[in-house]
């Protein structure tokens, strides 16, 4: 890429290699990575997991945790040399000089100090002031990071704090100092989609007030198309791509870049698949064919709902107590009702804490129902006593749940695991539960060879197909889907999802699909609930929602989503 | 890399399954910590050594036919005054090689240490499970009688069974029925252990999404308990059973000496510490030594095994 018109530079790496020998071998973390980022810059790099996008931050930091180090290359700070200084020096530059911002703001304030003193306390490490006047310019931080009423949040504690708020104070503790450049590491991906925006926006802001370089890194297209000017987009440890954002969002020339870009999700498009451009040998095959040929044919009776969920209710006990009265309940799920529809995607959105999870536990059965009725396929199943009848009802609903790291009981092999449903519920003996096993693994795409293995020789797309696979083995006929992809890649979630549109497409599946990703569900469901503390703000289907929300809370929430207009559309087929 | 095709397994020779263990993480961390090798090591030996008493040793001291009064008070390695034998560690006021009497001893206290630290473990690993899984009433239960339990020293506890069945067994099986009271006793004061540990491991799993996915198949709670969390809550409980191990042997040495524990027919570490503290200060010093020395070299060795499997099964120290 041609240098920019280069006024002076504030940060420059050049060929960075970071190495963390291992055992067994030696592990390249960043295979020759160079970046700059200019006074009032947004520097974005993206990549999926272990692309090595945070070592590059920690490495700029001087923070590579033991055994890794830099092995080449140079990174340079104003054009002083600042790779290979030794920690004391080190110590001068970081939280002075350069600052950063972490993902998660529970973890990064002290829970015991007001506000207010660990504002005070990082100004004045920096700073030869009065208290008064440290005292004074905290106040200003928290009033120009955006916290309403700056007096008296001051000497607030974090945990009086919302995770948004929380943040915003973060952002202020890395303006302490007056950086030249913040590392932000991931900084909105443990906040909703509503604060992340505004988080993005207040870098923004400062960044260009302050004339603070920044670089963000993000797992998150969306992110980088919103808030960044350049980008260096990373795989296996090495850019593979960079420039100006708009002109790699808008003609990717990368191969991995491209298909990046094309497996995001689009609020505005709806496709029939994700294009599976194939980068880097991963595995893309799932063979609903062979899958829809054994499946029995269920006749979908249109006339009438599957489920019809009349007025239900889940309360948590929040304070225990001896005496019915002296108890306290938080109420997760506020009388809801809505009715899905045979063979139809039915999604429920929110934010956190909205009871979307609650409600799809209350139907899977994992939770009793307080108050109201749940039907299926005409028998009220909310409540069942009837050995039988339950267990007929269990083999007709399965689910995909959302951290495929917790999903799989490590310590069972893949085909144990398979087969339980199979085996609990009697559908078959002997070798032809083992045989059923390897077909659904090898019709899942991880062939029948891992039917030996255990769930941590896969990686988190993978588990994610052996999740299927267990949830298809009883051939059920309604499947909910609990944040599905939320923990995986993009790529890995674009074939996650094709293989759920297949499932519904080919086999007939009901399915409820709980989200908190716009985009996500605009590809996959028919019809919304949009879900708000415990209460449906509104049900719509998915198209009427995203032209013409009629509710406040959907509108907002619509307005906050990344557009996503700069992403280029190559690849992508819009569904007829 | 995530999702990155690796070559199919039938391309790649399989190592053997024992070549796999001694590449594995675990032994790696073993071979490099030579405290472990040789606290090993010394297990190895004693264990050995205890489990072929009877072949190792020179003499039977449980045989009074082959036992001779003028052998008595033999120092260790010097021939007797009277008979020329010579003792490698000398001989009791009896004329018993205390060499063989180390060797019959240890087989008690090891039985009676590793069958105490079994049954506590299945009573406190079931209980633990039965009181994270099911909680409500009855994990307050569970966990006030183990609270209550832990307020008792564990040897007041084990002195209090053995009371109890003192008391109620009739007079001719007492010796018999000692050695098996002790191992009660001794697991009973050590249950609780157990039970705090694989509660706190099992609440934490019994909220993983794969208890869940289980109950979603309709399994029943034995099978989750049992089979699905059970195995992931054992890597702690195999480090607690080996340093509860070492405390059981420790404990049922103190039973013995306090007269308590094994009777003088069946002499375990403990009863040959407590005959050989009454010559301690009349100069037959290796009477008690030698018992003593090897239930430390016993208890520490097994001692520092536990430090070690704590460290290496702990993925935080790593």
């Not at chain 1, 990373?234 to 850019?239: A, I, L, V």
């Not at chain 2, 008792?152 to 009371?163: D, K, S, T």
């Not at chain 2, 609780?192 to 109950?215: D, I, P, S």
């Not at chain 2, 000496?257 to 403990?270: D, E, I, M, N, R």
């Amino acid at each position: 890429m041609e240098p920019l018109l280069v006024t002076d530079t504030l940060l420059d790496i050049k060929d960075l290699t970071v190495e963390f020998p291992t055992r067994r071998k030696v592990f390249r973390a960043v295979n020759h990575a160079s970046l700059t980022v200019q006074p009032g810059q947004i520097h974005g790099l993206v990549g999926e997991s272990g692309a090595g996008k945070s070592t590059i931050g920690a490495a700029v930091l001087g923070l590579l945790e033991r055994p890794g180090h830099i092995t080449a290359g140079v990174i340079s700070f104003k054009g002083d040399q600042i790779s290979g200084l030794d920690d004391e020096a080190m110590r001068k530059l970081r939280g002075r000089r350069i600052s950063m911002i972490f993902q998660d703001p529970l973890t990064s304030l002290n829970p015991l100090f007001t506000v207010k003193e660990q504002l005070v306390e990082t100004i004045l490490a920096h700073h030869d002031i009065s208290d008064g006047e440290a005292t004074k310019r905290a106040r200003d931080l928290i009033d120009r990071v955006g916290i309403p009423d700056p007096d008296t949040r001051l000497n607030q504690y974090p945990h009086q704090f919302s995770g948004g708020m929380r943040q915003r104070v973060v952002i202020a503790l890395a303006l302490c100092s007056d950086p030249d450049v913040i590392i932000a590491d991931e900084p909105t991906t443990a906040l909703d989609v509503a604060v992340q925006a505004q988080i993005l926006d207040l870098i923004k802001e400062l960044a260009r007030e302050r004339q603070v370089g920044v670089i963000l890194v993000t797992h998150d297209m969306g992110v980088i198309a919103e808030t960044t000017d350049l980008v260096t987009v990373m795989y296996d440890g090495e850019p593979v791509e960079s420039g100006p954002t708009h002109e790699i969002m808008g003609n990717p020339q990368h191969p991995y870049t491209k298909s990046l870009i094309a497996a995001v999700p689009r609020p505005t498009l709806k496709l029939h698949r994700f294009p599976q451009i194939s980068y880097g040998g991963r595995e893309t095959r799932f063979a609903i064919e062979d899958l829809a040929r054994n499946w029995p044919k269920t006749d979908n009776d249109m006339s009438k709902p599957l489920f019809q969920i009349e007025g239900i209710t889940k309360r948590f006990l929040l304070r225990k107590g001896l005496l019915p009265w002296d108890r306290e309940y938080f109420t997760a799920v506020d009388s809801v009702s809505f009715d899905i529809k045979p063979g139809e995607v039915f999604g429920v959105v929110g934010e956190s804490g909205s009871g979307k999870s609650t409600v799809a536990r209350m139907i899977a059965g994992l939770y009793n129902v307080d108050e109201g009725r749940i039907t299926f396929d005409g028998q009220v199943v909310s409540d069942l006593s009837d050995k039988a009848a339950l267990n007929a009802y269990r083999q007709d609903i399965q689910m995909i749940f959302q951290d495929p790291f917790s999903s799989l009981n490590p310590r069972m092999r893949v085909d144990d695991i398979v087969a339980e449903p199979i085996r609990h519920h009697r559908l078959l003996a002997g070798d032809a539960i083992d045989q059923r096993v390897r077909e659904l693994l090898d019709q899942v795409g991880l062939g029948a060879e891992a039917a030996l293995k255990f769930p941590h020789e896969f990686s988190g797309g993978q588990r994610q197909r052996i999740s299927i696979a267990r949830a298809l083995a009883t051939q059920p006929r309604f499947l909910i889907c609990d944040e599905p992809t939320s923990a995986l890649d993009v790529s890995i979630q674009a074939q996650i999802l094709n293989i759920l549109k297949d499932l519904q497409e080919h086999l007939g599946l009901t399915m409820l699909f709980i989200s908190h990703d716009l985009p996500v569900v605009r590809q996959m469901c028919d019809r919304v609930a949009v879900m708000k503390r415990g209460k449906i703000a509104e049900i719509q289907t998915t198209d009427d929602l995203f032209a013409n929300p009629q509710t406040d809370y959907a509108r907002e929430l619509l307005e906050l989503m990344p557009r996503l207009d700069d992403l280029s559309t190559e690849n992508l087929e819009a569904e007829s | 890399m995530s999702d990155v095709t690796e070559k199919p397994a039938s391309d790649v020779a399989q190592p053997s399954r024992l070549a796999q263990m001694w590449d594995s993480d675990f032994a790696y961390a073993f071979r490099h910590s030579p405290v472990a090798i040789v606290a090993l090591l010394v297990v190895l030996v004693l264990f050995l050594a205890a489990l072929f008493a009877p072949w190792i040793a020179p003499h039977n001291p449980f045989d009074p036919a082959t036992l001779n009064l003028m052998n008595g008070f033999t120092p260790p390695g010097q021939p007797n005054a009277f008979t020329q034998d010579t003792f490698l560690l000398g001989t009791d006021d009896q004329g018993r090689d205390v060499f063989s009497t180390i060797l019959y001893g240890m087989r008690i206290s090891l039985f009676v240490g590793i069958s105490a630290v079994l049954l506590a473990m299945v009573i406190g690993v079931v209980l633990g499970l039965v009181a994270a899984y099911v909680g409500g009433w009855v994990e307050t239960l569970i966990m006030r009688v183990a609270d209550v339990q832990l307020t008792f020293p564990a040897i007041l506890v084990a002195m209090l069974i053995f009371g109890i069945a003192k008391g109620i067994t009739p007079p001719e099986y007492r010796n018999q029925m000692a050695i098996w009271v002790l191992i009660v006793a001794i697991a009973l004061s050590d249950w609780v252990q157990f039970a705090r540990v694989v509660r706190g491991a099992a609440l934490v799993e019994k909220n993983k999404e794969y208890v869940q996915a289980a109950r979603l198949i309709g399994r029943g709670p034995l099978p989750i308990m049992f089979r699905h969390i059970l195995p992931n809550v054992l890597s702690p409980v195999l480090v607690i059973s080996t340093i509860s191990l070492a405390l059981a042997i420790i404990a049922e040495a103190t039973l013995s000496f306090l007269g308590v524990g094994a009777p003088p027919t069946q002499p375990s570490l403990g009863t040959l510490i407590r005959i050989g503290q009454g010559f301690l200060f009349s100069g037959e010093w290796w009477i008690l030594f030698f018992p003593a020395i090897t239930l430390l070299a016993l208890a520490l060795s097994v001692n520092l095994l536990g430090d070690w499997l704590r460290d290496a099964l702990n993925p935080k120290l790593r």
